[in-house]
């Protein structure tokens, strides 16, 4: 069965790199949590109901759009669990300020690439496989582009770890490579240049340049 949806979860981290250019979903009435793909299931429908009508920046409704949606995706992305693995070491050496100066940027950066890829309905995806083990998880698909060829391919893996009943991404492969580890390479380097004032000088900069959703 073919199925277009979540891929935007990997296409919205895959936006947001450095060198490149909540309130979740409603759950059933269940004492089981959903598993990771009916996460992502969930969240695409409600990213797509808040997002069905374009707002224009100065509308009052914008804040209130701009809100809702970081709400979802706080409810779907692991950002303090993708930082502490893009950081490695440097994790620990930041001040308790530091981190959450760190992720309040961080978020904000992911939330506007996410964004930006959900006006992409030219993509589609099949679930290849879930495996659950514990409290982690790993959901693998396969994504392309409407008009299908063999080189537009791509193969997804998803990593998911669960918190507070809940599935949240922490990494995504694209064709094995991690997002993580493109992460801690552009960090470290930028680290190694500049320290902490470096590396939130260039993410404040790309946020500048990305403007409001």
Known sequence: MLRRCS????????ACTLVARGEAAARGATSAPPDPWDELRRTDSALEAVLRRRVPDWSP????????VDSILAGTLDYEEIARRALDGEWSKLTSAEQREFLQTFATLTNHAFVSAV????????LDSEMVNGSVATVRVTAWLSKPAPETEQQLEYRFTQKRDRWLVYDVL????SLVDAYRDQFARLIRRGGFVELMGRMQHKLEASGRY
Not at 174 to 177: A, G
Request: aromatic share 4%; glycine share 4%; hydrophobic share 45%.
């Open 174 to 177: 694209v064709d094995q490579v």
């Open 7 to 14: 891929l935007r979860v990997s296409l919205a981290i895959l």
């Open 119 to 126: 006006t992409r309905p030219d993509v589609h995806f099949r």
């Open 61 to 68: 409704e914008a804040d209130a759009v701009r809100g809702r």
